[in-house]
């Protein structure tokens, strides 16, 4: 099991970067950056690349809809290439608030478009002539929707590595469904070890069955915040987890179209998830919190004595998590970081 942590992409990405060589040091083998509607990830990743020497660099997650499929290539390969090889391409559909929202673009389509994202982009590392005749994608430009004078080129610059490897965010039936069948690694959120199965797993088996013999098993990144404490400590590390839960499953989309409630719901947690809902979009935001339950907030935490962590650390393993993520908060971060490299 290997050891990933996501920077925070709201600060100073110099202070990033300083955290970044910190976290290598301590054992942290992948580090992720987002792209929300922040600074862009590339540039922060690029300036990482220069700062680390061992990590593996990675965008957790570039969205399908903000670039075309070709300079997504074209960015991984450049990524990869200043990190000598050690760039992971996070992709995902994002939701139709950020993308219709922030970037003008129709949020239609985000299965075709990210099989077909991902088709062009290995055809792109291995330096083919770019050729594609797609539902979303027809690469060159038919004569019809242009000028006529669309060439089918190829990447000038010769990658590190004709395979980057392609990490998908993805929650929904078929989106997971897509996931075990075309990527090398999967990042959902809210994963509940206990409960993983019973929400994925006919989804990750029936993708899996149609999946390459050319690809390496799917590599699973979850986990959550840990910390080596005491029992007050660790209930006030869970209680930490109620923002951001509430956050997303009350307001990270509209009724009826929020991904993140429908995985709450797909938990057993209807009434707590339609709640917090109704009373985040109200504005009542702390309420929202209080009702995140509690089971929830202990499964995807790592709090408490050595043991209990150790025990949480072994559920993840056991529902198949290969890269175990990790924000280690209070006291010495980096102590703690070194504590569970080792246990791993």
Not at 153 to 174: E, F, M, Q, T
Not at 234 to 247: E, H, K, Q
Request: contains cysteine.
């Amino acid at each position: 099991m290997k050891l990933a942590m996501a920077l925070n992409y709201t600060g100073d990405p110099r202070k990033a970067a300083q955290d970044a060589a910190d976290l290598e040091s301590a054992g942290i083998d992948m580090i992720w950056v987002a792209e929300l509607y922040s600074f862009d990830a590339v540039s922060i990743l690029g300036y990482l690349a220069a700062q680390t020497s061992r990590a593996e660099l990675a965008s957790g997650i570039f969205p399908i809809y903000s670039r075309t499929p070709t300079l997504t290539a074209m960015t991984a390969a450049g990524l990869d290439a200043v990190s000598e090889g050690r760039f992971i391409l996070g992709l995902g559909a994002s939701g139709p608030q950020v993308i219709e929202g922030w970037h003008g673009v129709p949020y239609d389509k985000p299965l075709t478009r990210t099989r077909e994202v991902i088709d062009i982009c290995r055809q792109v590392w291995t330096r083919e002539r770019v050729t594609y005749d797609g539902d979303v994608y027809q690469l060159p430009l038919p004569k019809d929707q242009g000028t006529g004078l669309g060439k089918a080129l190829k990447l000038v610059n010769h990658p590190v590595r004709d395979r980057i490897p392609v990490y998908l965010a993805s929650l929904g039936h078929k989106n997971v469904a897509l996931t075990a069948e075309i990527a090398d690694g999967w990042l959902p959120v809210f994963f509940h070890p206990e409960k993983a199965d019973d929400v994925w797993g006919a989804d990750l088996r029936a993708g899996g069955a149609k999946r390459s013999s050319d690809l390496d098993p799917l590599e699973v990144v979850a986990g959550g915040a840990v910390a080596i404490c005491d029992a007050d400590t660790a209930t006030m590390v869970r209680d930490g987890g109620r923002f951001m839960t509430a956050l997303y499953v009350g307001g990270m989309g509209a009724k009826g179209k929020n991904f993140y409630n429908d995985v709450f719901c797909r938990y057993g947690y209807e009434a707590e998830a339609e709640q917090i809902q109704d009373l985040y979009l109200s504005g009542k935001k702390k309420e929202a919190e209080a009702l995140v339950p509690d089971e929830f907030l202990a499964a995807t935490t790592l709090a408490g004595d050595e043991g209990a962590v150790k025990e949480r650390i072994e559920a993840f393993r056991e529902a198949g998590v290969a890269r175990l993520n990790v924000q280690a908060v209070g006291g010495d971060r980096l102590r703690v970081i070194e504590k569970i490299r080792e246990w791993v």
